[in-house]
């Protein structure tokens, strides 16, 4: 990803000389070069894929083909799951979320219940996800294990899954009394606190060297949400 302001912020002069303030966070950011999220929902770059970020806007890089593969293979199963149960909807990367006014957020896969799908107005919707997918990428590393991770717990987000290709690991975080909290994989199994009876092994995420993912149609028949139907 990239920002439109960087790491250091040009605040004004004095005497001929530039005041900057170092920023190690984008909680540092000064409020004066914070954007809005009516700005940031009118500008024409967020027609991309990006988010507003305690006021400044993210643009996302071109993801990676094992990036969109995660996405989708994530995405799938959990939408078959959230489908045969009627909980409501699992949305994709392209939907918004809008947690405050500096804080609009799309992440990659995302569920949103029934209690709550009254938030979803034309543009975003005014609250954040129930459970959100962050799948990491080289630039977005910093946003989706501090500055994400905090503003979703700070928010309400009852599940935060983070999915890391490089490390080949997936940490599920859940909310524990209002903090978003690592929930270790039992046995290689990862289990949502938040969706009854929905898990998923490790290694269908990332499968051992030499080893192929199995399809959605099988690990959908081991969750026993369809029956009698072969790959």
């Known amino acids: 990803m990239r920002t439109f302001g960087q790491a250091e912020w040009l605040d004004s002069t004095h005497g001929g000389f530039a005041l900057v303030a170092h ?12 954007m809005s999220a009516e700005d940031y929902i009118a500008s024409p770059q967020s027609e991309q894929k990006s988010d507003l970020i305690e006021g400044i806007f993210v643009m996302a890089s071109p993801a990676s083909i094992e990036h969109e593969d995660l996405t989708l293979f ?22 918004a979320y809008r947690l405050n006014d500096e804080n609009v957020y799309l992440p990659d896969v995302s569920f949103l ?50 999915v890391d290709p490089i490390a080949r690991e997936v940490t599920l975080y859940g909310n524990v009394h209002g903090q978003l909290v690592a929930i270790p994989a039992q ?3 990862l289990r949502s606190h938040l969706l009854t009876d929905f898990w998923l092994r490790t290694e269908w995420i990332f499968p051992p060297a030499g080893a192929a993912r199995p399809s959605e149609l099988a690990i959908a028949r081991e969750l026993g949400l369809i029956e009698g139907l072969r790959d």
């Open 113 to 162: 219940s029934s209690q709550r799908r009254h938030l979803a107005g034309e543009v975003y919707v005014y609250g954040a996800p129930d459970l959100a997918v962050e799948i990491i990428s080289p630039s977005s590393r910093q946003y989706d294990t501090v500055e994400k991770l905090v503003n979703d717990e700070r928010y309400g987000v009852q599940e935060y899954w983070l």
């Open 74 to 95: 994530i995405g799938a199963i959990l939408r078959l799951f959230v489908t045969q149960r009627q909980l409501s909807v699992v949305l994709g990367s392209n939907a």
């Open 23 to 34: 920023i190690h966070t984008l909680f540092d950011t000064p409020a004066v070069a914070r």
């Open 187 to 189: 046995e290689g199994v």
